[in-house]
């Protein structure tokens, strides 16, 4: 079951566990330049607002209601991230874990390759969470991917132009598998004394808090690939055999421009987000993560693709404004040379 909590989505599997809870956040955050270097982690500027496509029948375009789902505005060029957590399930010392898959235009995030329900046993294509607890972009190579960034449907520069061909799906596709409840019992045994229920969600990234006459072709919006991030996707640490092929949920999550998100809302947009510069000249946190395991290398359908910019060079556009490199100066480092459930000690 798929439900929105404010600007949460909430996906439940109260058939295997009454407490199997993953909750999904779409963060907007700085678009890192696009200028060949890697960068850390940037913060979040806080969720995009999500709304049920069904409550704008007479506004969204119809086959936007054919594929169901949720909305979100972004602005072209803004960049997001996916923030996933799960709930402690009291007793276990444990988050109920679950398998995630992640595509743009019906393009999977971490192997390239085309959409098709259900997990890979051969080729992970799927995040575990909590292990990963967010995703900036698309796996290009071994602990680096390429930043989402929206763009116009149609226009070219989207991930699923380049692996596919084609441009006529857009947006992003998620598919959520739990953890069976037998095998979460075995991994995390109940522990039998009393404790505290603890329910907090780790957000390191988190920093802060015309329209008439619209055309739909380009209110609709696609993710193609934007600059270079340090980001590990963490390999699963489970058997195969430990995820549920029944059930699973999937949702739809359409990508509107901005600028047409009031006319079929009537909500006004979120503000245009900082660029990068004015961010790092106030001398605000990046961030290092570093997993606890082995990471994925990426999927042959994704090392060789283009970014935005790349793209447009050949295209003689320039869809990418305010794109100056800039040395981040404020740089968190977490979890950096920590053994598996290490604590970290920080500064006093």
Same mark, same amino acid.
């Not at 709304?51 to 969204?60: G, I, K, L, Q, W």
């Given at each position: 079951m798929i439900e929105l909590d404010g600007d949460t989505m909430v996906v439940s599997f109260p058939d295997v566990h009454p407490a199997a809870r993953l909750r999904i956040? !779409?963060?907007?955050?700085?678009r890192i330049p696009d200028d060949g270097s890697d960068y850390p982690l940037p913060p979040g500027l806080g969720a995009f607002p999500l709304?049920?496509?069904?409550? !704008?029948?007479? @506004?969204?375009p119809p086959h936007w209601l054919r594929r169901g789902g949720v909305m979100l505005p972004m602005y072209q060029s803004e960049a997001m991230w996916l923030h996933f957590t799960s709930d402690e399930i009291e007793g276990?010392?444990?988050?109920?874990? !679950?398998?995630? %898959?992640?595509?743009?235009? /019906?393009?999977d995030?971490?192997?390239?390759?085309?959409?098709?329900?259900?997990? @890979?046993?051969?080729? +992970?294509?799927? =995040?575990?969470?909590? %292990?990963?607890?967010?995703?900036?972009?698309?796996?290009? /190579? #071994?602990?680096? *991917?390429?930043? !989402?960034?929206?763009?116009? &449907?149609?226009?070219?520069?989207?991930?699923?132009?380049?692996?596919?061909? %084609?441009?006529?799906?857009?947006?992003?596709?998620?598919?959520? =598998?739990?953890?069976?409840r037998a095998a979460f019992e075995r991994r995390f045994p109940k522990v039998e004394r009393h404790r505290f229920a603890a329910n907090a969600s780790m957000v390191p990234n988190a920093c802060a808090d015309m329209f008439d006459g619209v055309v739909f072709c380009k209110a609709e919006m696609s993710l193609g690939a934007g600059g270079r991030m340090r980001q590990e996707i963490s390999a699963d640490p489970f058997d195969f055999a430990?995820? $549920?092929?029944?059930?699973?949920?999937?949702?739809? =999550?359409?990508?509107?421009n901005s600028l047409a998100w009031r006319k079929i809302t009537g909500e006004a947009p979120p503000t245009v987000p900082f660029t990068a510069a004015e961010y790092n000249r106030e001398e605000l946190p990046w961030f290092e993560y570093y997993a606890d395991g082995p990471a994925l290398d990426a999927g042959l359908p994704? /090392?060789? *693709?283009?970014? *935005? &910019?790349?793209?447009? #060079?050949?295209?003689?556009?320039?869809?990418?404004?305010?794109?100056?490199? =800039?040395?981040? $100066?404020?740089?968190?480092?977490?979890? +950096?040379? &920590?053994?598996p459930g290490q604590v970290r000690e920080g500064s006093f």
């Open positions: 956040t !779409f963060q907007r955050t700085l709304r049920h496509v069904d409550d !704008f029948a007479a @506004s969204a276990h010392d444990a988050r109920y874990p !679950f398998a995630i %898959r992640v595509a743009a235009g /019906k393009v995030a971490v192997t390239g390759e085309p959409w098709r329900d259900g997990l @890979s046993a051969t080729t +992970q294509n799927y =995040v575990v969470s909590p %292990r990963q607890p967010w995703l900036d972009g698309f796996c290009v /190579k #071994k602990g680096t *991917i390429r930043q !989402f960034v929206a763009m116009p &449907l149609g226009d070219g520069y989207s991930v699923e132009k380049q692996v596919t061909g %084609r441009e006529e799906h857009g947006g992003l596709q998620l598919q959520v =598998v739990p953890m069976r430990d995820w $549920a092929t029944e059930p699973t949920s999937r949702c739809f =999550v359409h990508l509107v994704l /090392k060789g *693709i283009k970014s *935005i &910019l790349e793209l447009a #060079k050949a295209m003689g556009t320039n869809p990418l404004p305010e794109n100056q490199p =800039v040395t981040p $100066a404020n740089i968190v480092q977490l979890r +950096q040379g &920590l053994r």
